[in-house]
Antibody, heavy 122, light 108 residues
Framework: QVTLKESGPVLVKPTETLTLTCTVS??????????VSWIRQPPGKALEWLAH???????SYSTSLKSRLTISKDTSKSQVVLTMTNMDPVDTATYYC??????????????WGQGTLVTVSS | SYVLTQPPSVSVAPGKTARITCGGN??????VHWYQQKPGQAPVLVIYYDSDRPSGIPERFSGSNSGNTATLTISRVEAGDEADYYCQVWDSSSDPVVFGGGTKLTVL
């Protein structure tokens, strides 16, 4: 049974750094055909992809947020961590992690975590 | 960067067929994936590789993709299908993942 679960603070202050952890089970972060992405959704708005990481440690970031994001993984702990620096109220959103299935010139998300709402406010 | 365009809303009566479009430049050359998101819940994959259904997704859900438009079709719509639907592709030019803006399906 595949599960992903996000954890982290529910409230952060402007300018602070957000650290979110995605703990996965039912699959290994060393699986070459899989990876993990972080995706966020501001209240009432659309999904926004943030970053991904694969088993070979290949990483990619949203071009608009690249300077503020860092993604990493600890395969032994089955965890993927996302940090986002210099948080702003516009970063208030539900943050999801999702499992990636890699295909030919594509990938998609077959399992998602429940999401964690992060509010940025002083 | 690649842009996917969805209608903000689609309305359909119960038992009828709903069609949700996702427009993009030559989207027919890409694989399109669709997600259903009900209020307060995480998205759920309903169609991948244009027209494949994950296990557990009813046959009423189908997809097609050609030219500049991909379409998610929901036959015999039920009240429980009311949700937001998002299309997604992989793109090599900038951000690897692109989502459409989402379509709210209302069952009348």
């Amino acid at each position: 049974q595949v599960t992903l679960k996000e954890s982290g603070p529910v409230l952060v202050k402007p300018t602070e750094t957000l650290t979110l952890t995605c703990t996965v089970s039912g699959f290994s972060l060393s699986n070459a055909r899989m990876g993990v992405s972080w995706i966020r959704q501001p209240p009432g708005k659309a999904l926004e992809w943030l970053a991904h990481i694969f088993s070979n440690d290949e990483k990619s970031y949203s071009t608009s947020l690249k300077s503020r994001l860092t993604i990493s993984k600890d395969t032994s702990k089955s965890q993927v961590v996302l940090t986002m620096t210099n948080m702003d109220p516009v970063d208030t959103a539900t943050y999801y992690c999702a499992r990636i299935i890699v295909g030919a010139f594509t990938y998609y998300f077959d399992y998602w975590g429940q999401g964690t709402l992060v509010t940025v406010s002083s | 960067s690649y842009v996917l365009t969805q209608p903000p809303s689609v309305s359909v009566a119960p038992g009828k067929t709903a069609r949700i479009t996702c427009g993009g430049n030559n989207i027919g050359s890409k694989s399109v994936h669709w997600y259903q998101q009900k209020p307060g819940q995480a998205p759920v994959l309903v169609i991948y590789y244009d027209s494949d259904r994950p296990s557990g997704i009813p046959e009423r859900f189908s997809g097609s993709n050609s030219g500049n438009t991909a379409t998610l079709t929901i036959s015999r719509v039920e009240a429980g299908d009311e949700a937001d639907y998002y299309c997604q592709v992989w793109d090599s030019s900038s951000d690897p993942v692109v989502f459409g803006g989402g379509t709210k399906l209302t069952v009348l």
